[in-house]
């Protein structure tokens, strides 16, 4: 289990473009989707940027982002909203944590509110604090750090120009997977993370939100610390009982969704065309997009023996 869309795995993201998908559903493919459990967000690190401390903020970010016209226009329509740190489809998936609406007005009133205003006139927020007993004004500014990867470039991009709405400053760095892993994630160096944390068919999200996760091995990119999560976490990894364990991870998600340390945008789902002569193809839940092969010795094609 690793986090994030590494070069061997971008087609975690999609098998096939889903841009590609109109043209090829016009050829003899027969297209087939399936749910990945992949959760992508926008990772936020307070330790960087001070503004994302206050929950108002967070939440102001979250509210200015259109991810169903980003899924539409971007991933076509490859992908659902998420709410929560657990995919859907995946055992304690909790779906009833409220979604984050899209309410651009909600999101500047929380600026306001939160002391980020327009004080010089020049179209980017700021925040006006008394220091030394002078006046010190501090400019609305994020760096959103992503992969390479062109649709994750293009989320960036697409959230870049929703923040910018809001009177923010948004700055999109992309780089490679290898090195976005060396310089960035392990030394958390990073104020906005937008990457990709792939499960498996267990679900177990400890490695990605228990607090002793949060420094480099620990995949704990959201730098989330909170005590009630992590009892819940441990809790469910030593009880066998399938109910028990699925109920402590809903109730984890209830937690997180209201500490809000991430803003959670989507997980994919996966494409991928088969020629509609080849029958026998019974695929369920898959975690990595090379198991669709996993029953391949039934796939077969209708033949008839013929005199040459």
Do not use: C
């Not at 971008?10 to 090829?24: C, E, F, N, Q, R």
């Not at 976490?233 to 364990?245: F, G, H, M, P, S």
């Not at 010795?297 to 008839?304: N, S, V």
């Amino acid at each position: 289990m690793i986090a994030g869309f590494h070069k061997d795995e971008v087609d975690g993201l999609s098998m096939l473009s889903a841009k590609s998908l109109p043209a090829l559903q016009k050829t003899d493919l027969v297209i087939h989707s399936l749910r990945l459990p992949r959760v992508v967000a926008l990772f936020l690190n307070g330790a960087q940027l001070g503004a994302f401390t206050d929950k108002k903020v967070r939440l102001a970010l979250a509210h200015a982002i259109d991810i169903n016209s980003a899924i539409a226009n971007i991933l076509g329509g490859a992908a659902e909203t998420i709410a929560s740190p657990i995919p859907p489809g995946s055992a304690g998936f909790n779906p009833d944590i409220p979604k984050i609406s899209h309410d651009v007005e909600a999101a500047k009133k929380l600026l306001d509110e939160a002391g980020w205003k327009d004080s010089d006139k020049d179209g980017i927020r700021d925040k006006v604090e008394r220091k030394n007993r002078k006046n010190v004004v501090t400019p609305l500014k994020i760096e959103v750090v992503t992969s390479d990867f062109p649709e994750l470039k293009e989320v960036a991009e697409a959230i870049k120009s929703m923040w910018k709405g809001l009177g923010v400053e948004v700055q999109v760095k992309t780089l490679s997977a290898t090195e976005l892993e060396s310089s960035v994630i392990r030394p958390r160096a990073y104020q906005v993370l937008l990457f990709g944390e792939i499960f498996g068919h267990d679900p177990d999200p400890f490695a990605f939100w228990h607090t002793s996760q949060i420094k480099d091995p620990g995949l704990n990119i959201a730098l989330y610390s909170n005590r009630k999560a992590d009892v819940l976490l441990e809790e469910a990894r030593r009880t066998i009982n399938a109910a028990k364990r699925e109920e402590k991870y809903r109730e984890f998600q209830k937690i997180v969704a209201e500490d809000m340390p991430a803003i959670f945008l989507f997980s994919p789902v996966s494409s991928y065309g088969v020629r509609n002569v080849v029958k026998g193809l019974t695929i369920g839940k898959i975690a990595l997009p090379h198991e669709r092969f996993s029953q391949i010795e039934k796939w077969h094609i209708k033949t008839r023996r013929g005199l040459k």
